[in-house]
């Protein structure tokens, strides 16, 4: 069982990138799906979080406003939509099957499936 994020790449402050977030062997439509990131030398940042059941997203104040995620079902894809990039939204991006979306941001538990990351560097 894998989740394998795509869609890093190099942009410059104020452009846009979208990633994308695949499953195999897992049908993400059953999972509370987050977005993490991390940038160098700092702590992992829950920045999304997408319940099963449809209802609103959790979104970091960092990025709320900027960031959309959305699913397709058929693709059993997850998505986040990056605008207005700004240089420190530069981090490994990753998405992860979460234990539940809180308003705190999303919680992970032992059982909780990573992606392996994906780079997105933001140049000023």
């Known amino acids: 069982v894998q989740l394998v994020e795509s869609g890093g790449g190099l942009v410059q402050a104020g452009g846009s990138l979208r990633l994308s977030c695949a499953a195999s062997?897992?049908?993400?439509?059953?999972?509370?799906i987050a977005w993490f990131r991390q940038a160098p030398g700092k702590e992992y940042e829950g920045i999304s979080c997408?319940?099963?059941?449809?209802?609103?997203?959790y979104y970091a104040d960092s990025v709320k406003g900027r960031f959309t995620v959305s699913r397709d079902s058929a693709k059993n894809t997850r998505y986040l939509q990056m605008n207005s990039l700004k240089p420190e939204d530069t981090a490994v991006y990753l998405c992860?099957?979460?234990?539940?979306?809180?308003?705190?941001?999303?919680?992970?538990?032992?059982?909780?499936?990573w992606g392996q990351g994906t780079q997105v560097t933001v140049s000023s």
């Open positions: 997408s319940p099963a059941s449809g209802s609103a997203p």
């Open positions: 062997e897992l049908t993400l439509e059953n999972y509370d």
């Open positions: 992860a099957t979460a234990s539940d979306c809180s308003g705190d941001g999303p919680i992970i538990g032992e059982f909780s499936i």
